[in-house]
């Protein structure tokens, strides 16, 4: 069992930053890739980035590639999302999640990842 916790959420101006953070408890961290959704009021959750058990490789979908950017620490079992330039269609509940096992075919889709947080909340005004 892993357990998620998201912090670093907030309201901040139209090209403004923000860093969220995941911290993790339970079974080996390293062991999981870690990723990031958000879900806009009315929209499906999305994927926004992932990461794999080393920090080797990072994906991201298209709307945000340049503006954030995924890492981890395994040594404090924590990933992180830097968010830059935030744009006011970025607001969303984001979700930390983990995956035990993911392919390069599966990265992207919801229902790969095993555990997820309670989710945090990024407003971007205009």
């Known amino acids: 069992q892993v357990q998620l916790v998201e912090s670093g959420g907030g309201l901040v101006q139209a090209g403004g930053s923000l860093r969220l953070s995941c911290a993790a408890s339970g079974r080996t961290f390293s062991s999981y890739y870690m990723g990031w959704f958000r879900q806009a009021p009315g929209k499906e959750r999305e994927f926004v980035a992932a990461?794999?058990?080393?920090?080797?490789?990072?994906y991201y979908v298209d709307s945000v590639k340049g503006r954030f950017t995924i890492s981890r620490d395994n040594a404090k079992n924590t990933v992180y999302l830097q968010m830059n330039s935030l744009k006011p269609e970025d607001t969303a509940v984001y979700y930390c999640?983990?995956?035990?096992?993911?392919?390069?075919?599966?990265?992207?889709?919801?229902?790969?990842?095993?555990?997820w947080g309670q989710g945090t909340q990024v407003t971007v005004s205009s």
């Open positions: 990461i794999s058990r080393s920090g080797s490789s990072t």
């Open positions: 999640t983990a995956a035990g096992q993911l392919t390069i075919a599966t990265i992207k889709h919801r229902a790969e990842y095993e555990y």
